[in-house]
């Protein structure tokens, strides 16, 4: 079936640092998604990509989507405390209804 | 977005006794799902809510142990059944409509004693 693989599983940067997170598919996607996890909170939304070799910015964080559809990364520039907490990414395939989520990469910031 | 609101958010309870965990959305929503995250992992998909019929479940959750209602386009349960301590975890509530991105509930954080 559809995997969705992230790595790292840990990162630890001083605040200031940048930071990545990478996913990959074993399949092609429709989509992927990316959310944000604060400790003792729940998935936050934060940008869908769509179309192949897209990029997107919020602020410092920079969203890219692979020429293939089949991997995906999010950049943090300059990490700051209040990133900290877990990213996940989450793809689609093609035609399908289910989300497979990855298994997140847990941010820690050091002021 | 849609606004989803899943009581209780936290419970602690017995073990072989029963919670339902229900979910509600503020407008019509296309796919309700489940999902389970525990401590420090991610998110497993428990099953689809299906409006007016048998939620599709994935592979290794069953509904005898976690039967789904889905009533209407904006309400659905999930009941954690027989709980052992091994079902602790948070159960989560997520929506989707159309292309749209899905979004999440708050939660449900599960401790079994």
């Known amino acids: 079936g559809q995997q969705v693989m992230q790595i790292p599983q840990y990162q630890h940067v001083q605040e200031g640092e940048d930071f990545t997170t990478y996913c990959n598919s074993s399949?092609?996607?429709?989509?992927i998604q990316w959310y944000k996890q604060r400790p003792g909170g729940h998935p936050v939304f934060l940008i869908q990509l769509v179309k192949s070799g897209e990029v997107k910015k919020q602020k410092r964080l920079t969203f890219q989507f692979g020429e293939a559809k089949k991997n995906s990364s999010l950049h943090i520039t300059a990490t700051q405390t209040t990133d900290v907490g877990t990213y996940f990414c989450a793809g689609s395939n093609t035609g399908g209804f289910k989300t497979i989520f990855g298994a997140g990469t847990r941010l820690f910031v050091k002021a | 977005s849609a606004v989803i609101s899943q009581k209780p958010s936290r419970d602690i309870c017995q073990r072989g006794t029963s919670l339902t965990i229900q979910c509600q959305v503020d407008?019509?929503?296309?796919?309700m799902f489940w999902y389970r995250q525990q401590p420090g992992q991610s998110l497993t998909l428990i099953a689809t809510?299906?409006?007016?019929?048998?939620?599709?479940?994935e592979s290794g959750f069953v509904i005898d142990k976690f039967p789904i209602s889905r009533p209407n386009l904006t309400f659905s349960t999930l009941t954690v059944s027989n709980m052992s301590p091994e079902d602790s975890s948070i159960y989560l509530c997520s929506v989707r409509s159309g292309g749209q991105p899905q979004h999440f509930g708050d939660g449900t954080r599960l401790s079994i004693l």
């Open positions: 407008s019509q929503v296309t796919m």
């Open positions: 809510a299906n409006q007016g019929s048998e939620a599709t479940y």
């Open positions: 399949t092609t996607l429709s989509n």
